[in-house]
């Protein structure tokens, strides 16, 4: 019986393994926002293509993404998505009990710009009257995948050449990956620079829908 049990926690255990280097956590929140070739991942979490296809070779085998070939190509994708909420809950657990974090992310956000304690249903409804402009920083691809309902696209790297395709008079809401994605807050020090009233949502797609709220799909 004690083997039994030992191999039972063992099996669990692979996840925690899986999930226990900084990197593969950033790759877990990457592919929260949809489906992403390898290069692509290794460029974005900042790493040489032969050490991120060795992370996602670990989480493979946890059974936490799968591939699929293009050509010469291989995408990488969450498994389920119960994988992003796995992530949302265990950085959720971690800002909850981690002062070091807390403290990381406080250095991170300026509060008067963060719309971290409002109702996000409340956000939801003032966007769906015209009432706020919800604007996601994302890539465009990241956007065509899923996005908040009612949200705008344009990407930090287009933002300041567009500027003028946003009113001045309406409240702009900025998100882009979660609480860890700094788009969001450089987008909204840009706009605070050039008049807009700006706020940044912690929020990104994977902690809407862990919220239970619903997201959009297409461009």
Sequence with gaps: MRTVKDHLYAQVARIG??????????????????????????????????????????LRLARLV?????????????????VANLWVALRGEAE?????????????????ADLQGMDRKTILKAARQGEVLMLDVR???EFAVAHLPHARSMPLAELKKRLGELPKGLPVVAYCRGPFCLFAQDAVALLRRHGY?????????????????????GA
């Design 17 to 58: 393994k899986a999930l226990s280097s900084p990197k593969r956590l950033e790759l877990i929140e990457l592919l929260c926002q949809g489906e992403k070739p390898v290069e692509l991942l290794a460029e974005q979490a900042d790493l040489s293509v032969k050490l991120a296809s060795a992370h996602l070779k670990e």
């Design 66 to 82: 799968d591939t699929r070939k293009e050509g010469k190509y291989v995408h990488y994708r969450l498994a389920a998505p119960s």
């Design 96 to 112: 909850e009990r981690l002062v070091e974090l807390q403290v990381a992310l406080a250095g991170l956000v300026r509060h008067e």
């Design 139 to 141: 890539p465009a691809d």
């Design 197 to 217: 009233q700006a706020h940044h949502l912690s929020d990104g797609v994977a902690e809407w829908r862990a919220r239970g709220l619903p997201v959009a799909t």
